[in-house]
Nanobody, 120 residues
Framework: QVQLVESGGGLVQSGGSLRLSCAAS????????MGWYRQAPGKQRELVAA???????NYADSVKGRFTISRDNAKNTVYLQMNSLKPEDTAVYYC??????????????WGKGTLVTVSS
């Protein structure tokens, strides 16, 4: 059973920083793209940032220059460093990963989410 477990959310003041982590566990041959999504109350889930196994990244325009995604392939872990946080960054942040379970089967997994609240 593959699981993604996020950590690092919490309450922070505007302008502050947080670092999210997401670790994948279970029987995993390889992990392709890993990413962070977020969903604010009353809004659709949106991509925040993603990173390929080789390290190529892409970011939502709203977080460019403030957030940095990284990963440790040996630990099956992805990170999101969030700086200069704004109240509009308040959301539940979800980890996502495309995982190779065996030689022919890829599956997409989601974590349960971690709440980030930015106060003004």
């Amino acid at each position: 059973q593959v699981q993604l477990v996020e950590s690092g959310g919490g309450l922070v003041q505007s302008g502050g920083s947080l670092r999210l982590s997401c670790a994948a566990s279970g029987i995993i041959l390889s992990i392709d793209t890993m990413g962070w999504y977020r969903q604010a109350p009353g809004k659709q889930r949106e991509l925040v940032a993603a990173i390929t196994r080789g390290g190529s990244t892409n970011y939502a325009d709203s977080v460019k220059g403030r957030f940095t995604i990284s990963r440790d392939n040996a630990k099956n872990t992805v990170y999101l460093q969030m700086n200069s946080l704004k109240p509009e960054d308040t959301a539940v942040y979800y980890c996502n990963a495309r995982i190779l379970l065996n030689l022919i089967r890829w599956e997409e997994y989601w974590g349960k989410g971690t709440l980030v609240t930015v106060s003004s």
